[in-house]
């Protein structure tokens, strides 16, 4: 079973900065990429970013292209959200998740595990 730890969220100012990170264990190999999604209070889920596991290829969202980097350490089993800065708008629960085989970024259901989530609230 494969299981994502978020952290890194917090409370921040207009402007600001935060990295978020997300710990996956489980085999690896496999996957075929990990995705950032998040969800404001009474909205959907949103996209924001996603890599491909093996390769390194990497979308964003046009929300937040420009101001966050996704990254990846694969010795670690580790993916990071570089999120600069930050507006009010991208107040939400931010989750990870991983998709075991090619999926389209932005489509959330397609994804195979999630995180619990950790809260980012920007403040202006």
């Known amino acids: 079973q494969v299981q994502l730890v978020e952290s890194g969220g917090g409370l921040v100012q207009a402007g600001g900065s935060l990295r978020l990170s997300c710990a996956a264990s489980?085999?690896?190999?496999?996957?075929?990429?990990m995705g950032w999604f998040r969800q404001a209070p009474g909205k959907e889920r949103e996209w924001v970013a996603a890599?491909?596991?093996?390769?390194?290829?990497?979308y964003y969202a046009d929300s937040v292209k420009g101001r966050f980097t996704i990254s990846r350490d694969n010795a670690k089993n580790t993916v990071y959200l570089q999120m600069n800065s930050l507006k009010p708008e991208d107040t939400g629960v931010y989750y990870c998740?991983?998709?075991?085989?090619?999926?389209?970024?932005?489509?959330?259901?397609?994804?195979?595990?999630w995180g619990q989530g950790t809260q980012v609230t920007v403040s202006s």
């Open positions: 489980g085999r690896t190999f496999s996957w075929y990429s």
């Open positions: 998740a991983v998709a075991r085989t090619r999926v389209a970024a932005p489509r959330a259901h397609e994804y195979d595990y």
């Open positions: 890599i491909t596991w093996a390769s390194g290829i990497i």
